[in-house]
């Protein structure tokens, strides 16, 4: 049992007093509350980095994938997402993909997507708190949730509010509220991305790696990457961070510097085949976290559900995007798709194609997901959006891309002012 000591009772201030508070700033969280605040919510945001848009833009990672039914020609997604993609395409910050993709659809210069959620935020008047980090909640006596306790330069301050929005990525605010939060055996690896200048494309990472991984202490993996928008950087991810928990303070600490020592590697690795050393330009502010806690939810969403198309009559969101598990036993990443095809990929051996669905079958047009999967047993007022969503392993791999996060804050915001304006507890407002 570690060693506690007991603070003196300290007055805490009242920074601010709003409808609902959103915790995690990432696109999930920013557009729940815009979709919030566009209803007409008054509506905080609290983020721990300097900037909005979490593993998108201060981790770095710049695809967003397919927007499209799996006959990628009729548009599923729209919202939040497609706004984005319309407002930076403006000023040519978005590349598509040349012809229709089931996986990839737009690749975002992620840089310039900070400012535009800045701007989306102050256009929809949610009031943002950046460098702010949720510590802790309140609660009436009858357990009700009553404000979250934020620490920021200011020291520690309380963000009163009727409805809270747990976009933290671990259910840190379920957590704090003393929910319940499961995780799987082996959750997915982290990658902690980066930006380079002359990296020499079209070598096979895979097999490096698996060359130099015991001179650089580095685990099996393999690298891919993306030219970002308008310039003639890379973005890298390729770092492979097993076994360490970031829902910790200790565990985010030890897989930043465990992703910068790998990427570093990366680059001796180049240098040794005898190419020019590429430049590392920019390192990501937030390691890339795959997988931590999920909620116990009202309702679990499975992969059968999920890849056989099942519609729920609280459908959150659509996608097609595949199950993508990356696994640490064997190394590599298992693709299932909603047309039954699996595909295991070896970081340096052929991929291995089998079904995990009969063929006779049909592929469904997309998947759903119900917004109780969001919805934390056990509060009134506590709603979720992001990757601790209630689904089995694959079912997540799938769930867990962007477009669907994207629109798993949209959902929460949308159920938090119903339940506002109702004046009903989250868990009926579902329907
Ligand atoms: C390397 C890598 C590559 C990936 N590639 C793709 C891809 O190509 N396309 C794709 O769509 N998806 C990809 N994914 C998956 C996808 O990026 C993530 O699953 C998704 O971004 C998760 O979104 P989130 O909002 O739930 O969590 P996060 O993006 O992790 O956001 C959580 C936010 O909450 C903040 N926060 C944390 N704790 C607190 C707290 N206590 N108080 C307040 N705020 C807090 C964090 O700072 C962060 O901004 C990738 C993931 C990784 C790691």
């Given at each position: 049992m570690?060693e506690t000591?007991q603070?003196?009772?300290m007055?805490?201030?009242?920074?601010?007093?709003?409808?609902?508070?959103?915790a995690?700033?990432?696109?999930?969280?920013?557009?729940?509350?815009?979709?919030?605040?566009r209803?007409?919510?008054?509506?905080?945001?609290i983020?721990?980095?300097?900037?909005?848009?979490?593993?998108?833009?201060?981790?770095q990672?710049?695809i967003?994938?397919s927007?499209?039914?799996?006959d990628?020609?009729?548009?599923?997604?729209?919202?939040?997402s497609?706004?984005?993609?319309?407002?930076?395409?403006?000023?040519?910050?978005?590349?598509?993909?040349?012809?229709?993709?089931?996986h990839c659809?737009?690749?975002?210069?992620?840089?310039e997507?900070c400012m535009?959620?800045?701007?989306?935020v102050?256009?929809?008047?949610?009031?943002?708190?950046l460098?702010?980090?949720a510590?802790?909640?309140?609660?009436?006596?009858?357990?009700?949730?009553?404000?979250?306790?934020?620490?920021?330069?200011d020291?520690?301050?309380v963000?009163?509010a009727?409805?809270?929005i747990?976009a933290t990525?671990d259910?840190d605010?379920?957590?704090?509220?003393?929910?319940q939060?499961?995780?799987?055996?082996v959750?997915?690896t982290?990658?902690?991305c980066v930006?380079?200048?002359?990296?020499?494309?079209?070598i096979?990472?895979?097999?490096?790696?698996h060359?130099?991984?015991a001179?650089?202490?580095?685990?099996?993996?393999?690298i891919?990457?993306?030219?970002?928008?308008?310039?003639?950087?890379?973005?890298?991810?390729?770092?492979?961070?097993?076994?360490?928990?970031e829902?910790?303070?200790?565990?985010?600490?030890?897989?930043?510097?465990?992703?910068?020592?790998?990427?570093?590697?990366?680059?001796?690795?180049?240098?040794?085949?005898?190419?020019?050393?590429?430049?590392?330009?920019?390192?990501?502010?937030?390691?890339?976290?795959?997988?931590?806690?999920?909620?116990?939810s009202?309702h679990?969403i499975?992969?059968?559900?999920?890849l056989?198309?099942?519609?729920?009559?609280?459908?959150?969101?659509?996608?097609?995007?595949?199950?993508?598990?990356?696994m640490?036993?064997?190394?590599?990443?298992?693709?299932?798709?909603?047309?039954?095809?699996?595909?295991?990929?070896s970081?340096?051996?052929?991929?291995?194609?089998?079904?995990w669905?009969?063929?006779?079958?049909?592929?469904?047009?997309?998947?759903?997901?119900?917004?109780?999967?969001?919805i934390?047993v056990?509060?009134?007022?506590l709603?979720?959006?992001?990757?601790?969503i209630?689904?089995?392993?694959g079912?997540?791999?799938?769930?867990?891309?962007?477009?669907?996060m994207?629109?798993s804050?949209?959902?929460?915001g949308?159920?938090?002012f119903?339940?506002?304006?109702?004046n009903?507890?989250?868990?009926?407002?579902?329907?």
């Amino acid at each position: 049992m570690a060693e506690t000591i007991q603070l003196p009772t300290m007055s805490v201030p009242v920074i601010a007093d709003v409808d609902i508070v959103v915790a995690g700033g990432s696109c999930t969280g920013v557009f729940a509350a815009i979709t919030a605040a566009r209803k007409g919510a008054h509506v905080a945001v609290i983020e721990p980095q300097n900037r909005f848009g979490g593993t998108c833009t201060a981790g770095q990672v710049c695809i967003w994938h397919s927007f499209f039914a799996t006959d990628d020609k009729t548009q599923i997604v729209f919202g939040l997402s497609q706004e984005v993609v319309d407002r930076l395409n403006r000023r040519n910050l978005v590349e598509f993909w040349d012809k229709p993709n089931p996986h990839c659809y737009v690749n975002l210069n992620t840089e310039e997507l900070c400012m535009e959620l800045d701007e989306m935020v102050q256009e929809a008047h949610v009031t943002p708190f950046l460098h702010s980090r949720a510590v802790q909640i309140l609660k009436a006596d009858d357990g009700t949730l009553t404000g979250l306790v934020v620490a920021s330069k200011d020291g520690l301050g309380v963000i009163k509010a009727k409805i809270f929005i747990d976009a933290t990525g671990d259910g840190d605010i379920v957590r704090y509220a003393g929910g319940q939060l499961w995780r799987n055996d082996v959750m997915q690896t982290s990658t902690a991305c980066v930006k380079v200048s002359q990296w020499p494309v079209g070598i096979s990472t895979g097999k490096l790696i698996h060359e130099y991984a015991a001179k650089y202490n580095l685990p099996e993996g393999f690298i891919w990457g993306k030219k970002s928008v308008g310039s003639n950087t890379y973005m890298l991810a390729g770092t492979n961070i097993p076994n360490i928990d970031e829902s910790t303070q200790a565990g985010l600490t030890a897989s930043e510097i465990e992703g910068r020592r790998q990427m570093r590697a990366f680059m001796d690795i180049i240098a040794e085949t005898g190419r020019p050393r590429p430049v590392i330009e920019a390192l990501p502010s937030l390691v890339g976290i795959r997988e931590t806690w999920h909620i116990r939810s009202l309702h679990q969403i499975t992969t059968d559900e999920l890849l056989s198309g099942k519609v729920f009559p609280d459908t959150a969101g659509k996608g097609t995007y595949r199950s993508d598990i990356h696994m640490r036993n064997p190394v590599g990443t298992l693709f299932r798709y909603l047309d039954g095809t699996q595909i295991f990929q070896s970081p340096y051996k052929p991929a291995e194609t089998s079904r995990w669905r009969d063929e006779s079958l049909p592929t469904p047009p997309y998947y759903t997901w119900p917004v109780r999967s969001q919805i934390p047993v056990g509060f009134d007022n506590l709603i979720t959006a992001g990757r601790m969503i209630d689904a089995d392993a694959g079912a997540y791999g799938a769930l867990r891309v962007m477009i669907n996060m994207n629109q798993s804050g949209e959902a929460a915001g949308a159920v938090a002012f119903k339940s506002l304006d109702k004046n009903l507890p989250i868990h009926e407002c579902w329907q």
